[in-house]
Nanobody, 123 residues
C-alpha cells in the first residue's frame, strides 16, 4: 500500500517557477514507478510526466519538455516536479500517481493517487 500527499502548488506569474512534492509512505516505495498528471477546469485529466523506479527513466509530454523536470529523492520517499517557465496554460490541479508498473502510470491507470495540489499561473 502506498499513500501519496502532494504539496507545493500556488499562484505564480507567467515565467515563474514552482516545485511540486509528492510524499509517499509505504515500505515498498522504491518498487513503484511514479508520475504526475494535471486536470484543468472543464478538461480531462492529462498525463504530464513519469519516472521509472528504480532506473530513473523519465518521460514528458511535449508541451512541458525542457521546462519541467521529474525526480525522486529516495531518502525522503518523495517525488518532485520542478516547473520552470510556467505558462497560463499550465494552470491545473496536479496529481501524483504510483504503480508497480511504469506503463500503468503513463496510461493513467496507476493504482495509487494523491489528492492534488492547485497550480495557478497568471498572465
Amino acid at each position: 500500500q502506498v499513500q501519496l500527499v502532494e504539496s507545493g502548488g500556488g499562484l505564480v506569474q507567467a515565467g515563474g517557477s514552482l516545485r511540486l512534492s509528492c510524499a509517499a509512505s509505504g515500505r515498498t516505495f522504491s518498487n513503484y514507478a511514479m508520475g504526475w498528471f494535471r486536470q484543468a477546469p472543464g478538461k480531462e485529466r492529462e498525463f504530464v510526466s513519469a519516472i521509472s523506479h528504480p532506473g530513473g527513466n523519465t518521460y514528458y509530454i511535449n508541451s512541458v519538455k525542457g521546462r519541467f523536470t521529474i525526480s525522486i529523492d529516495n531518502a525522503k520517499n518523495t517525488l518532485y516536479l520542478q516547473m520552470n517557465s510556467l505558462k497560463p496554460e499550465d494552470t491545473a490541479v496536479y496529481y501524483c500517481a504510483a504503480d508497480r508498473q511504469y506503463l500503468m502510470v503513463v496510461s493513467g491507470a496507476g493504482t495509487f493517487w494523491g489528492q492534488g495540489t492547485q497550480v495557478t499561473v497568471s498572465s
